[in-house]
């Protein structure tokens, strides 16, 4: 038996809650995005360290409400906010240079916490999309491209946040894929080439 809508409105979260299309779980993936994302604000405000991030991080939080209703509703993210996107990212890239070399160990204070859960939501949004998509719901390009890059934006953010504190994360080499971690690769530029 299908579940249905109860008709009292106190009984219904959202209006769309019991779609069996991937769309709704995009809408709630980002919902639970933006509230994330508000956490790490709350977190940071005040601390003159992280103005700059502060700053940012309260533009970005309505644009991920424009994500999450851009496909039902009306298109609210494009390629102006993709490259309004592009700057920050490259500021913090440049921040952070030299820093990261492979995989790390995600860890840091709650802000930091609460980015890395801001660039895991990032992914599963992606993923709701391409579901949304293979049903055949149009799903804009650009909206899966700047989730793409929220997400590796975020994880610089974690990065500048705990360099900005003298952490440094702990490097995190995998036993199930093949890959060099830094240190390898310090060694082998070190060697000589006959």
């Known amino acids: 038996m299908a579940l249905k809508k109860s008709k009292d409105v106190r009984e219904l979260c959202y ?14 993936i980002t919902d639970e995005l933006c509230t994330t994302l508000g956490g790490a604000i709350y977190e940071l405000e005040g ?4 103005r700059d991030i502060y700053d940012f991080l309260c533009e ?7 994500l999450n209703a851009s496909i039902r509703g009306k298109q609210a993210i494009f390629e102006e906010q993709i490259e309004w996107l592009s ?10 240079a030299g820093r990261i070399k492979g995989f790390v160990l995600p860890r840091g204070p709650r802000p930091v916490q609460l980015l890395h859960s801001c ?3 990032s ?4 993923r709701a999309m391409v579901l949304v998509d ?18 590796n934006l975020f994880f610089r953010l974690t990065v500048v946040i705990n360099g900005r504190l003298g952490i440094n994360e702990p490097e995190y080499v995998s ?14 530029s070190t060697k000589k080439v006959v």
């Open 119 to 121: 660039r895991s939501l």
């Open 15 to 28: 209006p769309f809650i019991y779609e069996r299309s991937p769309l709704c779980d995009h809408e709630i």
């Open 87 to 96: 700057g920050y990212f490259d500021r913090y890239q440049e921040e952070i």
């Open 134 to 151: 293979a049903e055949g719901i149009e799903v804009p390009d650009v909206l899966h491209r700047f989730a793409n890059m929220l997400c």
């Open 123 to 126: 992914k599963k949004a992606i």
């Open 175 to 188: 036993k199930s894929y093949k890959s060099k971690s830094p240190s390898k690769l310090k060694q082998q």
């Open 47 to 50: 601390d003159e360290r992280f």
């Open 60 to 66: 970005l939080q309505p644009k991920i409400f424009h």
